[in-house]
């Protein structure tokens, strides 16, 4: 039986007239990747705070956190003792080297020195770091800044890692790196929270994840499972000036259709209808590929997830 590291029940917050999260519920097992998928303003990286208590759930709603068994509210030095924390923002000190950054972060837990300086050559190896020890952060990449924030995360062997848009403006190389370094952290029994409005990586690490607008839960479970049961499997792009001289054929009888702006999508589970389609468009002016979490929120919302709330 799977045991639930965090429990949020009926949780709402507001600044003023802004509703940053609204009656959110979720559960996360233990060793797996819990996401929260949305644009950005969807109220995920608020609900993140929520859980280390870096910011409060509103006092007059009836909602509960719980984190391992502690509420934030009373208990957020217990829950950040076991938590490891990437924020979205790089707020490492500039004026120290990668190993400095790392040993001052250690003093919070009350490290002893020696076991300070294994778990930092052992961090430093592990995210590929261990030939910038000596480098100021000024001297670092912006992939290397945002693997240093994961092991400073990971300084105390946390059960639970919280990362909020951990690969926001990498490139696509950095970006598999971290992910295939999250997966090892988690088959060692890691906990993951991260919040992201990148599809694929929502796709490619997380175990179940929760889609989130202005808010709300739009829906929630695993990858495939909200692939497979809210959208169909393929899908054809074309502009909709395009779509518009088509429109008539017998052939789109057979698909569903979805316009945004100046682009048309035209969704089946037939890959062969599409293709039929396809050639009554020229050369060029059309994508056919699979179907993706973009078009599952945008079916629920409207929205894409890099549109402004």
Same mark, same amino acid.
């Given at each position: 039986? %799977? ?11 507001? #600044? ?14 233990? @060793?797996?990747? #819990? ?6 303003? @969807? ?5 993140? $705070?929520?859980?280390? @208590? ?19 509210? &009373?208990?957020?030095?217990?829950? $950040? /003792? ?6 979205? =923002? ?39 770091? &261990?030939?910038?020890?000596? %480098?100021?952060?000024? !001297? ?19 059960? *639970? ?26 088959? =060692?029994?890691?906990?993951?929270? +991260? ?18 607008? $202005? ?11 909200? +692939? ?5 499997? /393929? ?28 682009? &048309?999508? *035209? ?26 979490? !973009? ?15």
């Amino acid at each position: 039986m %799977s045991t639930k590291v965090i429990t949020v029940r009926d949780v709402s917050k507001t #600044f003023g007239r802004v509703h940053a999260v609204c009656d959110l519920s979720f559960e996360v097992e233990e @060793a797996t990747c #819990f996401g929260f998928l949305g644009p950005n303003g @969807a109220g995920k990286t608020t609900m993140m $705070k929520m859980l280390y @208590a870096k910011c409060r759930r509103d006092e007059n709603c009836d909602g509960t956190i719980s984190v391992f068994g502690f509420d934030p509210r &009373a208990h957020q030095l217990e829950i $950040k /003792y076991l938590s490891g924390v990437v924020p979205q =923002d790089n707020n490492l000190d500039e004026e120290l080297n990668v190993v400095q950054n790392l040993t001052i972060y250690s003093k919070f837990y009350d490290m002893p020195s020696v076991r300070t300086n294994k778990r930092i050559d052992s961090l430093l190896d592990f995210l590929e770091l &261990a030939d910038k020890r000596e %480098s100021k952060i000024r !001297e670092l990449s912006g992939g290397m800044k945002r693997r240093l924030l994961i092991a400073r995360a990971l300084i105390n062997n946390p059960r *639970l890692l919280i990362l909020d848009e951990p690969t926001t403006g990498l490139d696509p190389q950095v970006r598999r790196l971290i992910w295939d370094k999250l997966g090892q952290l988690k088959k =060692d029994g890691t906990t993951i929270l +991260l919040t992201t409005h990148y599809m694929e990586e929502a796709f490619q690490i997380c175990d179940k994840l929760l889609i989130m607008h $202005k808010g709300r839960k739009i829906m929630q479970g695993t990858p495939r499972n909200l +692939l497979s049961e809210n959208t169909e499997a /393929y899908v054809l792009e074309l502009p909709r000036i395009e779509y518009i001289k088509i429109r008539d054929s017998y052939l789109l009888n057979h698909t569903r259709l979805e316009e945004s702006g100046e682009t &048309a999508r *035209l969704f089946s589970d037939d890959m062969d209808t599409l293709k039929a389609v396809s050639d009554l468009l020229k050369v060029g002016c059309f994508h056919l590929r699979q179907s993706n979490l !973009e078009d599952v929120f945008l079916k629920a919302t409207g929205r894409r997830l890099n549109d402004r709330q």
